[in-house]
């Protein structure tokens, strides 16, 4: 169950991302796939919003070589923590850290 819900979660994501970020003109569906399943996964360990931000910009400057649009990253950041946390991914004990 807990794999099925960490598909549709990093799915979700991928979709935010699609939405949200400046995409490549040459970027797939399943590359994006893979960049919101490592986001994920990062999230589900450091649950907060600023460490996600960091991880999107990262995403956004470094590997997709995009231009930087920090209210939109702020916001991206605050619907994918989101995301993770509504599926239950992310243990309380994270939480109350």
Known sequence: MKSETIQVATEAVAGLLWIYLNVPGDASAPEFEAHAGELVTKIRCNPGIVYAEQQLRILQVQILCGRLD????????????????????????????
């Open 70 to 97: 920090l209210f939109r990253m702020t916001e991206l950041a605050k619907r994918v923590v989101a995301v993770v946390r509504g599926a239950g991914l992310v243990e309380e004990r994270q939480l109350a850290a």
